[in-house]
């Protein structure tokens, strides 16, 4: 086929690579300012609108003009704002024709440069393409046309698809070469392809051309389809909610962006004071730079986590599971909280400097005296117990050194191992066998567990924390009380939802130490064996010596060393202690103050501490003696010194208010401050005192005695055994919550009396019994505080004064209380808790104890001199003895020949 080329000169305008402009096509580019103005002014020049050459720029070799162009017509130039430099014009072309360039040079100015003009030459349109090119150009056309409709979604562009294949299917052969033009235009394709199309300049070329470009188009958006089915049914839904995620973090940063770039003065946010303003952002803003942090954070510590070690193992994999998450599941939040609980463990193989630090306190030649300085200065008194503390303390020394001494001499007995091998074997060898030295174990460094027993406020937690002190540790309390769950001991399973590590992890963590001292507080209260798991059971695996250096917390599930941790108890009473638990503890006891012990305590120790509490001076409140011991007589009632604490707490509150008053006016217009505090004025400030009223209920009656209880808490106080006679057939009624113990003591007392009725005067005639004779009633005895469970065999004397009391009308002064086991044969026993019980006696305001004689040692060891000074105790052996005791000598009509007998009985 042949062409009659016509040609012409026209401006030429490089399209810069990969932009091509094909005859029917239409495109919009931006121009530099000169190439604008120089079409700017071809437009102003040519009376239609201009054409210019749209030549291809090619990108090999180095952006050479192709052979080939579009003759286009410019449709729109637009011009930039006036004053903005930087921004182009935008050009826009209709292709009408193809060109061949000639003289074609690599030299001459390309777009953005100028415009440049150039011959150009038509090719000829040339003849009909062969009807086979038309019919091959026609099918694969209306192929690309129907796929294209079916892939898209939006209606108007199937329509158009449409369309356009109703075009092509109605198109004559001679017009099927504008045809393809129009349609190559119109799609994508590759650019290598669509240049050699614009070179095409005989229809039957240019037919065979779009043919090809069309199949190539075709099996592209197939396979592409394809690939897009199978990855669309390959994303989990997992990983689609992950790129779900990772937009909407993308969007919310952007407009976060957006807003920041917004903000402008007149924005209401900008009247915000500086601290709100959201250039810094605020923390609640956007966390993704936090949470880098904190992940950064926690890679750095899994990092310091010593070298094949449980805790790096398990961390590492978790690490690795946690990046596999998509970021926002569920799993992902559980596995990284886990992680940030490992990692925050101070696990003692990658502690090592506190190890160092705790081992310099205890080589302090001065550590025993700094020690006991510190236990002096935080409690007074309590000399026994700081003498067993002291012990204590002392062991935990040698022990420290022992186990560093060994740990020494094991080192250097590996060097020198170490030497003897390397001599042996080539240097080759030397470090495998430096790989296989391994640093010696550390060996638990602990004495045994204190257990601290004794009432409330007795200074139990604080003597821990004084311990905690002398040993430069730091003090973790756990407080056990209420506690069910063995899992609040030991943590929950990952499984569990919201689950996470127990107390004793909690408090490893808050102390960042493996060696803190752990008060385990109030471990009688702790729940035994239940549904929940045995909290007691876990207990005793968290202090055994033996089993603790692998203690496992069911959700951390790497054990955990506490051998370096020292643990304390405290519990109010044994009874409740499971034997086990007991067995791994040593016991301190603790008994309740006695008010000179108190009066001390609370002028050294809680004044100081209430004034600074409160912000006042010394100089400011003054409680002379008599003001602290009626606050300690008649507002508290206690063993400690809580109460106390806090009746002192209430007085320097109201000074401070009374001071701070006075200080605001200084002018002299308030009224005059007084610092010392009067007994008289305790009423005003405090209310009126606790006990008063007690105190005056107490009075003298038949068949009513006062013993000696120990309560639930260790406190020592009195307690009334009421008896009365009432209607009945000669039963013994007792009420009060008693157990079987105590309920036994009173059937023991009932007999005793029944037995010695005849001896007492009670009857006439030896064999009758005292409650039928002359008319049958029932004795009913109780004890008050109902509520309160009672039981064990002291109130046995204090029954039998009772009922010997009722049946004998002789009463026994308020101000005696007695203590006493008894037996059948009339002897009366030793029973526990003897100085708690004195202590409350005497702050009952008792004169007069009645306690067995075989506990005599015990008032020996352990009641203070000024106790037993200001009480009188009586030993007694015989129920004949404290009814002589209780009732005064001579009182009770005793017929002295029976007595005697009994006595030989
Ligand atoms: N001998 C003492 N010297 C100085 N202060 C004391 C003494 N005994 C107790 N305290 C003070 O009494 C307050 C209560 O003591 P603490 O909390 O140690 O009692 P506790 O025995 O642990 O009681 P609980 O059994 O109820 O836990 C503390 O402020 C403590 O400092």
Same mark, same amino acid.
């Given at each position: 086929?042949?062409s009659?080329?016509?040609?012409?000169t026209?401006?030429?305008?490089?399209l810069?690579?990969?932009?091509?402009?094909?005859?029917?096509?239409?495109?919009?580019?931006?121009?530099?300012?000169?190439?604008?103005?120089?079409?700017?002014?071809?437009?102003?020049?040519s009376?239609?609108?201009p054409l210019?050459?749209?030549v291809?720029?090619?990108?090999?070799?180095e952006?050479?003009l @192709?052979?080939?162009?579009?003759?286009?017509?410019i449709?729109?130039?637009?011009?930039?704002?006036?004053?903005?430099l930087?921004?182009?014009?935008?050009?826009?072309?209709? /292709?009408?024709?193809?060109?061949?360039?000639?003289?074609?040079?690599p030299?001459?100015?390309?777009?953005?440069?100028?415009?440049?003009?150039?011959?150009?030459e @038509?090719?000829?349109?040339?003849g009909?393409?062969?009807?086979?090119s038309a019919?091959?150009?026609?099918?694969?056309?209306?192929?690309?046309?129907?796929q294209?409709?079916?892939?898209?979604?939006?209606?108007?562009?199937?329509?158009s698809?449409?369309?356009?294949?109703?075009?092509?299917?109605?198109?004559?052969?001679?017009?099927a070469?504008?045809?393809?033009?129009?349609?190559?235009?119109?799609?994508?394709?590759?650019y290598?392809?669509k240049l050699?199309?614009?070179s095409?300049?005989?229809?039957?070329?240019?037919?065979?051309?779009a043919?090809?470009?069309?199949?190539?188009q075709?099996?592209?958006?197939e396979?592409?389809?394809?690939?897009a089915?199978?990855?669309?049914?390959?994303?989990?839904?997992?990983?689609k909610?992950?790129?779900?995620?990772?937009?909407?973090?993308?969007?919310?940063?952007?407009?976060?962006?957006?807003?920041?770039?917004?903000?402008?003065?007149?924005?209401?946010?900008?009247?915000?004071?500086?601290?709100?303003?959201?250039?810094?952002?605020?923390?609640?803003?956007d966390?993704?730079?936090?949470? @880098?942090? #904190?992940?950064?954070?926690?890679?750095?510590k899994?990092?310091?986590?010593?070298?094949?070690?449980e805790?790096?193992?398990?961390?590492?994999?978790?690490w690795?599971?946690?990046?596999r998450?998509?970021?926002?599941?569920?799993?992902?939040?559980?596995?990284?909280n886990?992680?940030e609980?490992?990692?925050s463990?101070?696990?003692?193989?990658?502690?090592?400097?506190?190890a160092?630090?705790s081992?310099?306190?205890l080589?302090?030649?001065?550590?025993l005296k700094? !020690?006991?300085?510190?236990?002096?200065?935080?409690h007074?008194?309590?000399?026994?117990?700081?003498?067993?503390?002291?012990?204590?303390?002392?062991?935990?020394?040698?022990?420290?050194?022992q186990a560093e001494?060994e740990v020494?001499?094991?080192?250097?007995?590996?060097?020198?191992q170490?030497?003897?091998?390397?001599?042996?074997?080539? &240097?080759?060898?030397a470090?495998?066998?430096?790989?296989?030295?391994?640093?010696?174990?550390?060996?638990?460094?602990?004495?045994?567990?204190?257990?601290?027993?004794?009432?409330?406020?007795?200074?139990k937690?604080?003597?821990?924390?004084?311990?905690?002190?002398?040993l430069?540790?730091?003090?973790?309390r756990?407080a056990?009380?209420?506690?069910?769950?063995?899992?609040?001991?030991?943590?929950?399973?990952?499984?569990?939802? &919201?689950?996470?590590?127990?107390?004793?992890?909690?408090a490893?963590?808050?102390?960042?130490?493996?060696?803190?001292?752990?008060?385990?507080?109030?471990?009688?209260k702790?729940?035994?064996?239940?549904?929940?798991?045995?909290? !007691?059971?876990?207990?005793?695996?968290v202090?055994?010596?033996e089993?603790n250096?692998?203690?496992?917390?069911?959700?951390?599930?790497?054990?955990?060393?506490?051998?370096q941790?020292?643990?304390?108890?405290?519990?109010?009473?044994?009874?409740?202690?499971?034997?086990?638990?007991?067995?791994?503890?040593?016991t301190?006891?603790?008994?309740?103050?006695?008010?000179?012990?108190?009066?001390h305590?609370?002028?050294?120790?809680?004044?100081?501490k209430?004034?600074?509490a409160?912000?006042?001076?010394?100089?400011?409140?003054?409680?002379?003696?008599?003001?602290?011991?009626?606050?300690?007589?008649?507002?508290?009632?206690?063993?400690?010194?809580?109460? *106390?604490?806090?009746?002192? /707490?209430?007085?320097?509150?109201?000074?401070?208010?009374?001071?701070?008053?006075h200080?605001?006016?200084?002018?002299?217009?308030?009224?005059?401050?007084?610092d010392?505090?009067?007994?008289? #004025?305790?009423e005003?400030?405090?209310?009126?005192?606790?006990?008063d009223?007690?105190?005056?209920?107490?009075?003298?009656?038949?068949?009513?005695?006062?013993?000696?209880?120990?309560?639930?808490? /260790?406190?020592?106080?009195?307690?009334?055994? #009421?008896?009365?006679?009432?209607?009945?057939d000669?039963?013994?009624?007792?009420?009060?919550?008693?157990?079987?113990?105590?309920?036994?003591?009173?059937?023991?007392?009932?007999?005793?009396?029944?037995?010695n009725? @005849?001896?007492?005067?009670?009857?006439?005639?030896?064999?009758?019994?005292p409650?039928?004779?002359?008319?049958?009633f029932d004795?009913?005895?109780?004890?008050?505080? /109902?509520?309160?469970?009672?039981?064990?065999?002291?109130?046995?004397?204090?029954?039998?004064?009772a009922?010997?009391? *009722? *049946?004998?009308?002789a009463?026994?002064?308020t101000n005696?209380?007695?203590?006493?086991?008894?037996?059948?044969?009339?002897?009366?026993?030793?029973?526990?808790?003897?100085? #708690?019980?004195?202590?409350?006696?005497?702050?009952?305001e008792m004169?007069?104890?009645?306690?067995?004689?075989?506990?005599?040692?015990?008032?020996?060891?352990?009641?203070?001199?000024e106790?037993?000074?200001a009480?009188?105790?009586?030993?007694v052996?015989?129920?004949?003895?404290?009814?002589?005791? !209780?009732?005064?000598?001579?009182?009770?009509?005793?017929?002295?020949?029976?007595h005697?007998?009994?006595?030989?009985?």
């Open positions: 086929m042949t009659t080329p016509s040609g012409s026209l401006p030429v305008l490089a810069p690579h990969p932009l091509i402009l094909l005859p029917t096509g239409r495109i919009t580019i931006p121009v530099s300012k000169a190439v604008g103005e120089a079409l700017l002014a071809l437009v102003r020049e009376d239609e609108q210019v050459a749209a291809p720029q090619t990108a090999s070799p952006a050479a @192709y052979p080939w162009g579009t003759a286009s017509r449709v729109r130039l637009i011009r930039p704002a006036s004053g903005n930087r921004q182009h014009y935008l050009l826009s072309l209709n /292709g009408i024709a193809r060109v061949r360039v000639l003289d074609s040079n030299d001459l100015p390309v777009v953005n440069t100028g415009i440049t003009y150039r011959k150009v @038509y090719p000829s349109a040339g009909v393409p062969s009807p086979e019919v091959k150009f026609k099918a694969a056309a209306l192929k690309l046309l129907d294209l409709a079916k892939d898209t979604t939006q209606q108007a562009k199937r329509d698809y449409t369309k356009v294949a109703g075009m092509v299917e109605e198109v004559t052969p001679a017009r070469a504008w045809m393809a033009d129009v349609m190559v235009a119109s799609i994508n394709g590759e290598a392809d050699e199309f614009l095409a300049a005989d229809p039957d070329d240019r037919l065979r051309r043919t090809s470009i069309f199949i190539k075709s099996s592209i958006s396979v592409s389809k394809r690939i089915q199978s990855i669309d049914e390959s994303l989990s839904k997992q990983q909610e992950f790129f779900l995620r990772q937009q909407l973090s993308a969007i919310t940063r952007e407009l976060a962006n957006l807003r920041r770039q917004s903000s402008s003065p007149l924005d209401p946010s900008s009247n915000m004071p500086d601290d709100n303003v959201s250039h810094s952002g605020s923390e609640l803003d966390d993704t730079q936090q949470d @880098y942090e #904190e992940m950064a954070d926690v890679k750095a899994i990092e310091a986590m010593a070298k094949d070690s805790e790096r193992k398990m961390a590492v994999r978790e690795k599971r946690l990046k998450i998509p970021q926002g599941s569920v799993e992902h939040g559980v596995i990284r886990y992680l609980w490992l990692v463990i101070p696990w003692t193989s990658s502690s090592t400097a506190y160092a630090m081992m310099e306190t080589r302090d030649r001065a550590f700094n !020690a006991r300085e510190q236990l002096d200065s935080d007074f008194g309590l000399e026994k117990i700081k003498k067993r503390l002291i012990e204590y303390l002392a062991v935990v020394r040698l022990k420290a050194m001494h020494k001499q094991l080192e250097q007995a590996q060097k020198a170490q030497a003897v091998v390397k001599a042996e074997k080539p &240097a080759a060898d470090a495998s066998s430096t790989a296989t030295v391994k640093t010696p174990a550390r060996r638990p460094v602990k004495g045994p567990i204190l257990l601290f027993v004794g009432p409330p406020g007795t200074g937690t604080s003597l821990g924390q004084s311990i905690a002190k002398a430069g540790r730091p003090f973790q756990i056990l009380g209420g506690v069910r769950d063995e899992a609040e001991i030991r943590g929950h399973r990952r499984t569990y939802v &919201a689950s996470g590590p127990g107390m004793i992890v909690q490893l963590r808050k102390a960042g130490r493996p060696d803190p001292v752990i008060l385990l507080d109030e471990i009688d702790v729940g035994q064996n239940n549904f929940h798991g045995d909290p !007691a059971a876990a207990l005793l695996e202090l055994d010596p089993q250096h692998t203690f496992n917390d069911h959700y951390i599930n790497v054990p955990i060393d506490l051998s941790v020292l643990f304390i108890c405290t519990s109010n009473t044994l009874d409740t202690i499971s034997a086990p638990l007991l067995d791994r503890c040593e301190v006891q603790l008994s309740g103050y006695t008010y000179t012990e108190k009066m305590i609370a002028r050294k120790y809680l004044l100081p209430q004034l600074q409160n912000g006042l001076a010394p100089e400011h409140v003054a409680l002379p003696d008599s003001t602290l011991l009626h606050i300690a007589t008649r507002y508290t009632r206690e063993a400690g010194v809580r109460s *106390l604490e806090r009746a002192i /707490g209430g007085v320097v509150r109201h000074k401070a208010v009374e001071w701070a008053e200080a605001d006016n200084e002018a002299g217009v308030g009224k005059e401050y007084k010392v505090v009067d007994e008289d #004025e305790l005003a400030i405090l209310g009126v005192p606790r006990w009223a007690d105190e005056r209920e107490r009075e003298e009656r038949r068949g009513v005695v006062y013993g000696l209880v120990v309560t639930g808490m /260790g406190e020592g106080g009195i307690l009334p055994v #009421e008896t009365i006679a009432v209607p009945g000669g039963r013994l009624k007792l009420t009060g919550s008693l157990g079987e113990v105590i309920k036994e003591s009173g059937e023991l007392a009932l007999s005793w009396m029944k037995t009725a @005849y001896n007492l005067c009670i009857t006439n005639a030896r064999g009758q019994d409650l039928k004779v002359p008319h049958s004795i009913h005895l109780h004890l008050p505080q /109902g509520a309160v469970k009672k039981d064990g065999p002291s109130a046995g004397v204090a029954m039998t004064c009922f010997v009391s *009722l *049946l004998t009308g009463c026994v002064p005696i209380a007695m203590t006493g086991e008894i037996t059948l044969r009339g002897r009366v026993g030793a029973v526990g808790g003897i100085k #708690e019980k004195v202590l409350g006696a005497l702050r009952a004169t007069k104890v009645i306690l067995p004689y075989a506990n005599r040692k015990d008032v020996e060891h352990d009641v203070p001199p106790i037993r000074a009480i009188e105790i009586v030993f052996r015989t129920i004949e003895e404290a009814l002589d005791a !209780a009732f005064g000598k001579g009182t009770l009509g005793w017929r002295p020949k029976d005697l007998l009994e006595s030989r009985l």
